[in-house]
């Protein structure tokens, strides 16, 4: 059974930072991409940050370029998401994701959720 458990989410001043990170079992992680996607209050779904299964590569939305490093551990079947600098408009709920092909079928699991908000 795959799952995704996020953590570190909290209430940070503007300009502060905050470590999130996402633990993974059920499928082989270092095979597969990690996605960090986020919900602003009142709207939908956006895409954060992406790495791929060596870490080598990475993406980032253009509003978090420069404030954000998106890491994992393969070894700890880990992803990180370091985020500084941090503002307003960057508080929502921040989610893990994975696309995972397991037994011939290809399924998006998705963590339950960390809460950020940044507020002075």
């Known amino acids: 059974e795959v799952q995704l458990v996020e953590s570190g989410g909290g209430l940070v001043q503007p300009g502060g930072s905050l470590r999130l990170s996402c633990t993974a079992s059920?499928?082989?992680?270092?095979?597969?991409?990690m996605s960090w996607v986020r919900q602003p209050p009142g709207k939908g779904l956006e895409w954060v940050s992406a790495?791929?299964?060596?870490?080598?590569?990475?993406g980032y939305r253009d509003s978090v370029k420069g404030r954000f490093t998106i890491s994992r551990d393969n070894a700890k079947n880990e992803v990180n998401l370091d985020m500084k600098s941090l503002q307003p408009e960057d508080t929502a709920i921040y989610y893990c994701?994975?696309?995972?092909?397991?037994?011939?079928?290809?399924?998006?699991?998705w963590g339950q959720g960390t809460q950020v908000t940044v507020s002075s």
């Open positions: 790495i791929g299964g060596t870490g080598t590569n990475t």
């Open positions: 059920g499928f082989t992680f270092s095979s597969y991409a």
């Open positions: 994701r994975a696309v995972v092909s397991l037994s011939s079928t290809t399924g998006i699991y």
